[in-house]
């Protein structure tokens, strides 16, 4: 199973829920070009309940037509604010995530230079080598041998993981669309109004840009329920483009 | 008028369009702060074509009840790979979102270090100094002295930047509203009806995270049309919290 490395990411933690077998890779995007190529699994981060959607995975989602998501696994996140000899450093190394989810907490602290890096865990990485401060996983804080200045208190910090691979999963009890619409007046309601004259609540709605052009979307929809033939066909009538991503368990 | 520095950024392009007057700030969070404190003009990234809406830029007007929404300018954006000499070097500075938009461009280029910094000005500043390359705006690479290696062509490149006070503007022929509704099936689609049966065009439809309580949201909403007492009071009926932004023109 490919995950978003380096080691000891949040993504790694993820991984290991589902295999012991676990490979990191350098980006989200490469791992659905893996994914894809080699018929293997990947996990993925979705969305977070503080910062939202993880764009890169919506993104390449859209993209890959013949990757689905197979399980999705509701992770909670702590984050620590460590360092080597568990003292406060002039230097903070973070990714631009925990930043975002740590702001208030970091704001308190009076920190000279905060320096961006891509992930936690190299994050970690360079406070240890530049004795310096870092916002990480417990993971990673043990694998670099750090101490914890503090646990940085960010309530309600969930992250959502997804399982994905080449083939689709159509018995979960939540489903993953994504579509296009065309740009006029009720196009978007008359999705919704089929969702409505079924009976199922959705669960998450996201618009993301379609990058070809300018200001135009691409809807993301997640439902409860699973694969639903019928309900399918009817939402082929009012998209552009229809894509089902899977119907999969939430763990 | 406030904007996001340091100076040489996009946003400073963006305040000098509607002033000479213009003061770096720190954060966008920060600028939402003088705004409402100082009863003065910001301007703030609302949304990029190719990356989607700015977070803190949406959760801000979300927060603060009595900011609102004067104009929007659609920037074209022009991001330039740059170094002291012209030349080619072995580390490059960058920030987060610039990166997102070049990523197709950078993978070609072979970079042996990439250092993430929070913005593409200061990407410029530590390039000069550290005689390094960046990726930043023309206005940055002729205010640092610096030498463009390569124009980065990113097609379709445009930021939407907010003029916002705390005076509402009414008579624009474009409209924001924030509203949050019950987790239950038909809620959305209750919403959208309204719009639906007065014949209005949704040009932006986002959920952000409440972040107050896990996977619940409220919804960011864009229309065709100024401001209309009849409209709202309908939607009034079918939202839980429903807070009018401003009509404004696009320039």
């Keep these: 199973m490919y995950y978003l490395g380096p080691e000891y990411s949040f993504s790694h933690e993820a991984a290991l829920k589902f295999s012991n077998k676990v490979y990191p890779t350098k980006s989200i ?55 080597k000899d568990g003292k406060i450093r ?29 992930s936690t865990s190299e994050a970690a990485r360079l406070a240890k080598e530049n004795n310096s401060m870092c916002i990480c996983s417990k993971l990673a804080v043990e694998n670099y041998g750090l101490n914890i200045i503090k646990e940085i208190n960010t309530e309600n910090n969930y992250t959502k993981f997804a399982l994905i691979s080449n083939k689709p999963s159509y018995y979960g009890n939540r489903s993953i669309i994504l579509f296009t619409i065309k740009n006029k007046p009720g196009a978007l309601y008359n999705v919704l109004k089929i969702f409505y004259k079924e009976n199922i609540n959705l669960t998450m709605i996201y618009s ?19 694969y639903n033939k019928k309900l399918l066909e009817q939402l082929k009538n009012v998209t552009e483009i229809l894509k089902f991503k899977g119907s999969y368990k939430i763990l």
């Excluded at 309940?49 to 998501?69: A, Q, R, T, V, W």
């Excluded at 993301?208 to 699973?226: A, V």
């Design 29 to 83: 995007s490469e791992i659905f070009y893996i994914v894809e190529k080699e018929k293997v699994f990947g996990i993925v981060p979705l969305e977070n309940s503080l910062e939202g959607p993880i764009h890169e995975s919506l993104d390449n989602l859209f993209k890959y037509d013949n990757i689905y998501i197979n399980y999705v696994y509701n992770m909670g996140i702590k984050l620590f604010l460590a360092s």
């Design 90 to 118: 002039d230097t903070l190394y973070t990714n631009h995530y925990a930043y975002k989810e740590s702001e208030e907490f970091i704001k308190n602290l009076n920190i000279n230079k905060i320096e961006f890096v891509s």
């Design 208 to 226: 993301r840009p379609l990058k070809t052009i300018p200001w135009e979307y691409y809807f993301y929809l997640e439902f409860e329920g699973k």
